[in-house]
């Protein structure tokens, strides 16, 4: 898996490439919990090219989110390709993950001023 990341002034987006399974996950759990440990909990996941998504994948995702949560940070996804949206929805983490069809509509959360975590 091929992780890019963008930094912005009040958060950061990581899009993916490739496979969220057992041999990625480790991996983007670890690149994630570096940057909340630098301050940058508030952080948008771009899943627009992932092309695979396992149970390993789905339940590192919900890990990486727990922690976020814990420092106090607010994970969000965007671009969900429509396999991807449609294991959400079978699994309903769709009604635990912030989902946004877009990515500068996942930007927008952490632009206003009522979007700022204390």
């Not at 057992?22 to 690149?31: E, G, H, P, T, V």
């Amino acid at each position: 898996m091929e992780i890019r990341v963008t930094e912005h002034v009040d958060f950061i987006t990581l899009s993916l490439k490739g496979r969220l399974d057992i041999a990625s996950s480790a991996s983007l759990k670890d690149d994630i919990l570096r940057h909340v440990a630098r301050g940058q909990s508030k952080i948008i996941l771009n899943l627009a090219q992932v092309d695979f998504i396992n149970s390993s994948g789905l339940g590192t995702l919900v890990s990486i989110l727990k922690e976020v949560r814990l420092a106090k940070g607010r994970l969000v996804l965007s671009n969900l390709a429509s396999y991807v949206q449609e294991i959400f929805e079978i699994t309903q983490l769709s009604n635990i993950f912030e989902i946004f069809a877009s990515e500068a509509d996942a930007q927008d959360v952490f632009l206003q001023p009522s979007a700022r975590v204390v």
